[in-house]
């Protein structure tokens, strides 16, 4: 079985400080793991992703994550954020046997203060 | 660039009313998938399809619910006899290989 957590259901910084949206996992296999992110009346959009290669794992919009086995994370990082950031961002894990399907974690919605 | 679509945007029915949900992946993928998010909670995996069969289904996908690719292109979800708690968002996935899953814009079904 796999899951994830994150661990803050929302998230405030200012416009230009940094972001770190945080994400434990849970998985009895080597684990694949994404940053979804969702904006208003919108679909799910790829961030990120993890796949056993680089644990440093560069995504879109200029965020990162860093794939840490020992402390089973994979927390979101961003250097400034931006006001279009705001948005729910979902950690994901995924099944690698066969059919890879996803678990989502509950989401962290994130806002930026102008 | 290529991506999934979703029709229609936006579902209203009544209870105990058929409804089938309609997706369109992107034309070289060969895995497909629905998930659904009730409002307020998180997104949960309802089938996964590939080989024009279900390679695996949720407890949430019970006898209502069935999923057919009628014609090589379109993916459909039917739930044969709405309830309220079917309420939610509908998403379709799909993927080429392994990995990233490519999701479109989600279909806000209300029950009645």
């Known amino acids: 079985a796999q899951s994830v957590t994150q661990l803050d259901s929302h998230v405030s910084v200012s416009e230009g400080t940094p972001v770190l949206l945080r994400c434990n996992y849970s998985s009895s296999y080597s684990p694949s793991l994404f940053w979804y992110v969702q904006h208003p009346n919108k679909g799910l959009q790829l961030l990120l992703k993890?796949?056993?290669?680089?644990?440093l794992v560069k995504g879109i919009n200029g965020f990162e994550a860093e794939f840490k086995k020992s402390e089973t994370s994979f927390h979101l990082t961003k250097p400034s954020a931006h006001m279009s950031d705001a948005a729910e961002y979902f950690c994901v894990v995924s099944d690698p046997r066969g059919n890879e399907k996803l678990t989502f974690g509950t989401g962290t919605r994130l806002t930026i203060i102008p | 660039e290529p991506e999934v679509t979703q029709t229609p945007s936006h579902q209203v029915t009544q209870m105990g009313q058929e409804v089938i949900l309609r997706c369109v992946p992107i034309s070289n993928h060969l895995y497909f998938y629905w998930y659904r998010q009730i409002l307020g909670q998180k997104v949960e995996f309802l089938v996964s399809?590939?080989?024009?069969?279900?390679?695996?289904k949720s407890e949430i996908f019970d006898d209502q619910f069935s999923v057919e690719r009628p014609d090589g292109s379109n993916f459909t979800l039917k739930i044969r006899s709405t309830k309220l708690e079917d309420s939610a968002m509908y998403f379709c996935?799909?993927?080429?290989?392994?990995?990233?899953?490519?999701f479109g814009p989600g279909t806000r079904l209300t029950v009645t």
């Open positions: 993890y796949t056993s290669a680089a644990t």
């Open positions: 996935a799909s993927r080429a290989n392994r990995y990233e899953q490519y």
């Open positions: 399809f590939y080989n024009n069969e279900i390679s695996e």
